[in-house]
């Protein structure tokens, strides 16, 4: 007898090895950077402007307040047991750091600390002959004498991320040594006044990201008691009781195939990178292209399989890409992003704190960060800002919220379907450290998305919450 269905085995075949597929390369893409943070990674220029922030607040303790002082952390004590916290967990490039804090100790005649960062150094002695005339450089300084190649120190010091503040610190104390003492003060006036812009941006932005969680917060604790049944009355219910636009047994397949995709760009990106020994603009143009591609994709996948027969609407609109489609309108989508956007801070910093109490402090932020962090050249951070704060927010929502959610919501009901959309949306960022925070936003932004109505609205949050932390960068990059 022959089967009905002929081919049923051969695609349970191909599902099989196609879930296989997918399960083996998240695993070990997974697993490769869990273990790369261990062995191989390298300090960044964020990890050295975060160290100089605690200098650059001392510095100007006396004009900035105390709750902003408290609020951006800072105090030379506690940037040394950080240090020291991290070179007892084995990270090898903290090493880099015990010679920028050296050079920060000597900046402000702290010589017995800069002595004491020098000595644990000397327990590595391939670090000390690497940088040996900086190494001998601050030894010297440390011992009230000018610097024998005050040059190559403030050239090692740039490489390794150093701001021209910490640079323009580290001349003034040899000037000083060497007994030019009004060139010294001359530096040392000019380092603070721009300790005192940057702590003056900081100060701003925190006030602001301040005022977000407390606006979210508030949303948090009222939406159930009366805030969510007011909103329902004058703007109606969200997403409410429609159906996905979509057809709900197509999103295996969509959501593997666009997986695949997804890590085979990243793959031959990485390749292309290596092969070409690529610039960081270079780099970045790859990332936004790449970005562009496998975002492409998904939206080919879901016009193709995804959609109804017979379903002939723009993919706009089954999906309520408008701000019209928010409750409230054009109007309420600006509530809508203002109060998400403090939502999602609110919640993210929640998971974070769980997330560092369960596995320690992240080593590292999202690699897009990074090599934001890194890029040395405007074109180079326009390339990677595009990507991250456009291309991004508006694939990833289509595919993890407009698709994805919608699909699992029909089958399982909102929450677990923001749950579970989130927790995807979390391990495919490929970011161990992340994952929890991850997932924490990408389940505030189903929540905003259901309360909402639009897909616009989740989109934006994600937009400015890729920005903010640019922006955040820009002010510490300098």
């Known amino acids: 007898m022959t089967s009905r269905h002929p081919h049923r085995g051969s695609r349970k075949l191909l599902d099989g090895l196609m879930t296989a597929l997918a399960f083996v390369l998240v695993a070990g893409l997974l697993a490769l950077k869990a273990a790369a943070p261990a062995e191989a990674r390298r300090v960044s220029p964020s990890d050295v402007r975060t ?42 490039w903290a090493h880099e750091l015990r010679l920028v804090l050296s050079a920060v100790a000597v900046a402000f005649d702290r010589d017995e600390d800069a002595v004491a960062q020098l000595d644990a150094l000397a327990e590595s002695p391939e670090h000390v002959e690497a940088w040996r005339p900086s190494y001998e450089s601050l030894y010297a300084l440390a011992r009230g004498e000018p610097a024998p190649h005050l040059d190559a120190l403030t050239e090692q010091l740039r490489a390794m991320g150093a701001s021209p503040w910490l640079t323009t610190m580290v001349t003034a104390r040899h000037q000083a040594n060497a007994g030019d003492l009004a060139a010294a003060e001359a530096q040392r006036a000019a380092a603070r006044a721009e300790s005192l812009s940057l702590i003056g941006r900081l100060t701003l932005l925190t006030f602001i990201v301040f005022g977000l969680g407390l606006l979210g917060l508030a949303v948090l604790l009222t939406w159930p008691l009366f805030l969510g049944q007011t909103v329902r009355a004058r703007w109606g219910g969200g997403l409410a009781d429609t159906a996905s636009p979509f057809d709900t047994t197509s999103t295996y397949h969509v959501m593997v195939g666009w997986l695949l995709a997804f890590i085979l760009a990243g793959l031959v990106t990485s390749l292309v ?24 994709i998904g939206l080919a996948l879901i016009q193709r399989y995804g959609r109804r027969a017979g379903d002939t609407r723009p993919l706009s609109e089954t999906l309520r890409l408008s701000a019209r489609a928010a409750g409230g309108g054009r109007s309420g989508f600006v509530v809508w992003l203002v109060a998400g956007a403090g939502l999602a801070l609110v919640v993210t910093f929640v998971a974070s704190i769980i997330n560092t109490g369960l596995f320690g402090e992240p080593n590292g932020s999202q690699d897009a960060v990074e090599l934001f962090t890194e890029a040395g050249t405007p074109e180079a951070r326009l390339f990677i800002g595009v990507a991250v704060v456009l291309f991004a927010p ?38 161990p450290h992340l994952i929890l925070p991850l997932t924490a936003l990408g389940a505030a932004l189903a929540w905003l998305y259901e309360q909402s109505g639009s897909l616009l609205v989740p989109i934006a949050v994600h937009g400015l919450w890729n920005l903010g932390q640019l922006v955040l960068i820009l002010i510490l990059m300098g």
């Open 51 to 92: 160290l100089e922030l605690q200098a650059r607040l001392v510095q100007v303790a006396d004009q900035v307040p105390p709750e902003v002082r408290d609020a951006l952390a800072a105090d030379p004590e506690t940037a040394l047991a950080e240090l020291d916290r991290r070179v007892d967990e084995g990270a090898p």
């Open 394 to 431: 508006v694939f990833e929502e289509v595919i993890f919220r407009g698709f994805l959610y919608r699909n699992l919501r029909d089958r399982s009901g909102p929450m677990v379907a923001g749950l579970l959309s989130g927790v995807i949306f979390g391990f495919v960022h490929f970011e």
């Open 273 to 296: 990178i290596g092969l070409l020994q690529a610039s960081a603009q270079t780099i970045s143009m790859l990332i936004a292209v790449q970005t562009l591609l496998h975002g492409g």
